[in-house]
């Protein structure tokens, strides 16, 4: 149920992104006003950080098992994304990023390598079952899962990036199909993770990824070492979508220089706010004693719980024809993407209602 | 000092750019976009409020 929830949201970025050649934070402020655009602005800011936040926690956590200690990650994983962002090129950047997308198909192997059981897959995967009933815990995991797949920062992210490669109006097209691939890999690599970490992990309480992973070397020392390996490409893929996703809104807005194919010199604000974000976020995993498995888990709770105000930004964007003309959404679109909009409010509701009421649901 | 002044300065431009929205939103449309963002917000609160009780339950 993800794949039309991810391919319908950031479809609709592409081909506003394509016809406006704006990013989407420009976008709310000239056709919303500046009130609406500061609070998705500080909105974008605040999510896209604590998200970062996580991403280091995941990427700390993998390099523990093979004994990296969390700092020195931290400074590797600054350098790595200098190197891959400062080639002040767009095109190369993609291109790298697209490498590291690839090596996310680590998980596949991984899945194969721990003999899964089919019936388990298709009667507890592909047969909705809710073990506990609907609780607080359920809402929560559901949440947190839909955060992992579509967030505020992304429909940022993906119209900047959109503008930032010259996509027109003719290439919308191939944007859609780009999209479509790139929704059903996203999924398809979650399940592959949930397979493996379901079929050895179920049960064993784990506090922290890297609980999860040195759990997996002992089972499986090759698994766990795809599993840390998936773990820290998924880590660094996000951290380098997310700092530029901040990047480019506030260029947009503040007038700053703000393409990847500019150089520092060019555009110092743009490289010193990228920098500045990764940073920050980087030294919160070293705070000793932090509980990082749930600041992650309630970071994507809280986005996914932000993403209505943004979606609906977004359709009502894509239904103004004076801007986007025989672009605009179908019907079809309007329907789909309301309904997703309505599904995370009541699904973020019953969150809400079951954390004040426990028992209302048993 | 200087920074501070030019970095408001900024903001007012800003604000005087996009002070005239292009989309013409109804007194409707604004109201419930008002209403949801007050919703979302109060249920990140609740959010908080429980990371908080997680927190020093462990």
């Known amino acids: 149920m993800l794949i039309p929830v991810a391919y319908y949201v950031q479809e609709m970025t592409v081909r506003l992104g394509a016809v406006t050649k704006r990013g989407h934070a420009e976008a709310i402020f000239e056709s919303f006003g500046a009130f609406w655009g500061w609070f998705s602005l500080l909105d974008l800011m605040i999510v ?68 899964p059981s089919l019936s388990e897959i298709t009667s507890q995967g592909l047969i909705p079952n809710l073990p506990g009933g609907l609780n607080n815990e359920l809402f929560f995991l559901l949440m947190a899962n839909i955060g992992t797949t579509i967030a505020p920062w992304m429909l940022f992210f993906q119209q900047s990036s959109v503008v930032d490669k010259g996509l027109q109006e003719k290439d919308i097209k191939m944007g859609k199909i780009d999209t ?50 998936g773990l820290f490409d998924a880590g660094l ?126 | 000092m200087r920074t501070i002044n030019q970095f408001f300065s900024k903001i007012r431009e800003i604000n005087q750019r996009y002070a005239k929205p292009t989309v013409e939103m109804s007194r409707g449309v604004k109201f419930s976009l008002a209403v949801l963002r007050i919703y979302l917000f109060l249920l990140v609160l609740l959010m908080i409020y429980k990371f908080i009780t997680v927190i020093k339950v462990l």
């Not at chain 1, 093979?66 to 931290?74: E, I, Q, R």
């Not at chain 1, 996203?186 to 049960?203: E, H």
């Open chain 1, 180 to 229: 479509f691939i790139g929704a059903i890999i996203t999924v398809a690599i979650a399940i592959f993770i949930v397979i493996v970490t379901g079929t050895l992990l179920n049960g064993a309480p784990i506090d922290d990824a890297a609980t999860a992973a040195k759990l997996l070397m002992k089972t499986n020392h090759y698994v766990g070492a795809f599993m840390a390996v």
């Open chain 1, 48 to 115: 896209d950080w604590l998200t970062l936040v996580t991403e280091f926690v995941g990427m700390t956590a993998a390099l523990s098992i093979f004994g990296v200690p969390a700092w020195l990650t931290v400074i590797l994983v600054v350098l790595l994304m200098s190197i891959i962002v400062l080639n002040g090129r767009y095109w190369t950047w993609e291109k790298i990023a697209l490498g590291f997308c690839l090596l996310n198909l680590i998980y596949i192997p991984a899945a194969f390598m721990v003999n």
């Open chain 1, 237 to 362: 893929l996000g951290a380098i979508c997310i700092s530029l996703a901040s990047s480019w809104a506030f260029g947009e807005i503040f007038g700053w220089a703000h393409s990847l194919n500019t150089k520092v010199k060019e555009a110092p604000w743009f490289y010193i706010s990228f920098f500045f974000t990764l940073a920050t976020a980087g030294v919160v995993p070293l705070i000793p004693g932090a509980p990082l498995v749930l600041i992650t888990l309630f970071v994507q709770v809280v986005a996914v719980t932000l993403l209505p105000a943004a979606l609906v930004f977004l359709i009502l964007l894509l239904n103004d024809k004076k801007t986007m003309g025989e672009y605009a959404n179908t019907r079809l679109q309007n329907i789909v993407s309301t309904l997703i909009v309505v599904s995370i409010i009541i699904l973020s509701t019953m969150y809400g209602v079951s954390a004040l009421f426990p028992n209302l649901f048993q």
